[in-house]
């Protein structure tokens, strides 16, 4: 750690109202884009696989802001209270950016699998996740990289069950711990 760091602004000065800068090694994003806010009448509360589609869109692009920024309340929406190695992740970032740090990179890119299989009340959706990287910025200057050199592991099944608030995931499982909870149950 440097201890002449000081925090100052992404691509070297405040960028004007409205534009739209990523975090850099000088400082966080700025002016990031708040995604739609999910409402009952856009339908992504609806007890349907359109209603499941719309809320996971709603929860890539509210996590998308919230590596930017920290503020990850409404994605926290649909995540489940089992969800617990999100939960802890999103906790490490929020508890970061409120030290004062920030992150560099991290946005995923989520490609979903044609439909998901049903199992009871559980929906099994597989997902592929694409990322390059992530730089978590210390509030003393210090770098924590981390690269997604290997993408044999960024394949997951997303857990998701509805209830009256809507659709939320209640866990994330890797194909491992998809065959181990699965494997000798019929899906629909």
Same mark, same amino acid.
């Given at each position: ?9 992404? #691509? ?88 004062? #740090?920030?992150?560099?990179? #991290?946005?995923?890119? @989520?490609?979903?699998?044609? !439909? ?17 990287? @992530? ?8 770098? @924590?990289? !981390? ?42």
């Amino acid at each position: 750690p440097d201890p002449s760091f000081s925090k100052g602004y992404s #691509g070297g000065s405040k960028a004007p109202e409205g534009e739209y800068r990523m975090a850099d090694y000088q400082g966080p994003a700025q002016n990031v884009p708040k995604p739609p806010m999910p409402t009952a009448a856009d339908g992504h509360t609806e007890a349907s696989f359109t209603g499941l589609r719309k809320s996971m869109l709603a929860w890539q692009r509210w996590t998308n802001y919230g590596i930017q920024t920290g503020d990850y309340s409404v994605a926290l929406q649909f995540i489940g209270e089992n969800c617990e190695d999100e939960r802890k992740t999103i906790t490490y970032v929020t508890e970061l950016y409120e030290k004062g #740090g920030w992150v560099i990179d #991290g946005i995923q890119d @989520i490609e979903y699998s044609y !439909q998901p299989y049903i199992y009871g009340e559980n929906y099994l959706w597989k997902i592929e996740t694409k990322w390059l990287g @992530i730089v978590y910025i210390q509030p003393d200057g210090q770098q @924590i990289p !981390q690269e997604n050199v290997r993408t044999d592991d960024d394949t997951f099944w997303l857990e998701c069950r509805h209830a009256d608030r809507g659709w939320y995931i209640n866990s994330l499982l890797t194909p491992d711990e998809y065959s181990q909870k699965y494997k000798n149950q019929e899906k629909k």
